[in-house]
């Protein structure tokens, strides 16, 4: 709100920061815009910030204000793409043979705008979809990932798919220590 405030920023926008193990937060950069991440914010907020956007540049104003807001539970996202990650994760091309993601609900979100039958080709971001959930702890946000990662099936195109399963089965990231 500091940094918004100190250049007249009138709008929304995403202002990114870093925390290190002492809790310090280092400024990173602001945008002018939502972050692919939005989602996060909107499961741990239940507000829909595309619709605030909209409303911000017809005019109007924000509907709360910062302490008005109030986070609940843990969210998690991650990025399935068409990457190869035995090969540094250099992007990958080819179709898309066959496509499933788990069934959406009020604590699994999936944005996409792929489907089975596409190219994927080196002409475009290597972003197929994003698979966001929402749990009370993030014990229960991580189980919820690891169920929706097995329910996340793509056939033709390589991806990271396996390398973000192994991730979430991982013991360090399980327990919280990554």
Sequence with gaps: ?????????????????????????????????????????????????????????????????????????????????AEDPERDFLPASGPIRHLKFPVEGPQVRIDTGVRAGDLVTIYYDSLLAKLIVHGPDRASAVRRMQAALRETEVVGVRTNHDFLASLFAHPAYSAGAV
């Design 1 to 81: 709100i500091d940094a918004a405030r100190a250049v007249h920023y009138t709008g929304a926008g995403t202002v990114e920061f870093i925390a290190d193990a002492d809790g310090r937060c280092f400024f990173m950069e602001m945008n002018t815009r939502l972050q692919v991440e939005h989602p996060v914010t909107e499961f741990i907020t239940g507000l829909d910030l595309v619709e605030w956007q909209l409303r911000v540049a017809a005019g109007e104003r924000l509907p709360l204000a910062q302490g008005q807001i109030r986070a609940h539970g843990h969210a998690i996202e991650v990025r399935l793409c």
